[in-house]
């Protein structure tokens, strides 16, 4: 299947700070690609939808100013949480669609820790 | 709310064992997947099942979908230790958005 990685696979950060989360898209060509969020023993929350070349679209309750994201190119997208505060603190995964919308591929995840 | 909801929430069996895990989703959906997640690790893909079909096998994994019921079940057989995981069901309910909803997830601990 397709390849989706996550860079930092693990982040530490203290309160306050801006913190970079990138998604890439190996072996294929992403117009979108989603980032959900996930807390401790619970299931993954969409978050948004990146798309190439346009706006992102935020899921209900998503701070658009706080999480923005970044579709630079056609394998990468950048999800950053602004002013980080403990309760940002969470795994951040990403997906990648095929052509077609059948599969989703996901990345590794990072894991932020906001102390 | 989420799409899914998962049953058991939690399952215990003996190395062995046969792990049925059941998926309940709201509204019509193009495919359903199945993935697993070891702590604190990112997802693996399992099986894809379309609308249109009711069964799947890979390996000791047997996935079934009943779209009358819109539910779905994941059976392992003969379960490892190395089975331990949580296990979501995920639907895309609308093609062309892509967008994956995940159920609350079965986790499972296989006792050597």
């Known amino acids: 299947g397709a390849v989706v990685s996550q860079h930092p696979s693990w982040v530490i950060c203290k309160s306050g700070t801006s913190v970079k989360i990138e998604c890439r898209s190996l072996?294929?060509?992403?117009?979108?690609m989603f980032w959900y969020r996930q807390f401790p023993k619970q299931s993954l929350m969409l978050m948004a939808t990146s798309n190439e070349g346009s706006k992102a679209t935020y899921e209900q309750g998503v701070e658009k100013d706080k999480f923005l994201i970044n579709h630079a190119s056609l394998t990468l997208s950048t999800l950053t949480v602004t002013s980080a505060h403990p309760e940002d603190s969470s795994f951040y995964i990403c997906?990648?669609?095929?052509?077609?919308?059948?599969?989703?591929?996901f990345g590794p995840g990072t894991r932020l820790t906001v102390l | 709310s989420q799409q899914g909801e998962e049953d058991p929430q939690a399952l215990s069996i003996q190395e062995g064992e046969n792990a049925t895990m059941n998926c309940s989703y709201k509204?019509?959906?193009?495919?359903l997947q199945w993935y697993r997640q070891n702590s604190g690790r990112g997802l693996v893909h399992l099986i894809l099942i379309r609308s249109n079909e009711r069964e799947k096998h890979s390996g000791r994994l047997r996935v079934t979908l009943d779209t009358s019921k819109k539910s779905s079940s994941l059976l392992i057989t003969a379960s490892r230790a190395a089975d331990t995981a949580s296990y979501f069901c995920a639907t895309d309910v609308n093609t062309n958005a892509g967008k994956s909803t995940f159920g609350d997830g079965t986790t499972l601990t296989v006792k050597p």
């Open positions: 509204t019509s959906i193009n495919n």
């Open positions: 072996d294929f060509q992403a117009t979108t």
């Open positions: 997906s990648g669609p095929t052509s077609g919308y059948n599969e989703q591929f």
